[in-house]
């Protein structure tokens, strides 16, 4: 029996309509099966697509599941924020403090901030991703091969490293924006190399920017996921905060903005907090800005 299900496009980590990384978010879900929802993200054809419950849980939350067209993700970054912005526009209506997403990898909170003006749409979002953990180290000669670029292009005194906050990436420190706009990496290898690591992506950066005022280039590649390069990567860029506490590269706490998506013609913005305790613990923030695209209604069953 055919049913329909409400569905919205949002733009997520954008600056302005029509940029950031594109999400089509599905409220009153739940039914639907695993194998329509795949078939439905297969369809859209964005990088992920998120379907949310009917109704939030008894504290507050909401169940959600996210796709990309090749399979379910337990955690993504941008899903996480636009599903979050949706369902304080479609479903709350009203301004409110925060929200809980329950997703593969448990909760993960979203505050939401808004500006002098809390009857309109929040003017950013921020959510805390989890502790980071750390794993595998690729030579540089490997993953210079692997993204097309010369070995003395990557920082000879930092690791090319997996990193995870609930989905790992490789994290490879280039030396210069031009480098890493250079850079051509090629399928067959990048999906060798996948098999051998945890990580399906690879976040390359720059401590250079194209634009005045950010701090960070980055670019983010997933052919193993059926995304050559991601215009806006949450999780990749909060497994980044967790790199560079790591290693020192800009003290114990700071908040910066990396710029992405650049070379694939949809310019993102991410904000960076990250902070290293006294304890050891990190925290772990990324924020961004939202825009509401379109909606509809999608036939179903």
Known sequence: MTFTVPYYIVDVFAESKYAGNQLAVFLDADG????????IAKEVNFSETTFVANAPEADGSYRVRIFTPESELPF?????LGTAYVLQRIRSREPIAALTLRL????????LEYGDDASEAPNRLWMRQLQPTFGAKVPHTRIADVLGVDAGDIEDSLPVQEVSTGLSSLIVPLRSLNALRSARPNRDKQLELAQALESKAILAFAREAVEPGHD???????????????PATGSANGALIGYLLRHGLYGDAFELHAEQGYAVGRPSLLSLR?????????DIVVGGRCFLIARGEWFAG
């Open 32 to 39: 639907l099966t695993s194998e329509e929802m795949q078939r």
């Open 76 to 80: 993504a970054g941008h899903p996480t």
């Open 104 to 111: 593969g990898v448990g909760p993960i909170d979203v505050a």
């Open 216 to 230: 960070l280039h980055v670019r983010v590649f997933v052919e193993t996921l059926g995304i050559p390069e991601d």
């Open 274 to 282: 990250g902070t290293k305790k006294s304890d050891g613990a990190y």
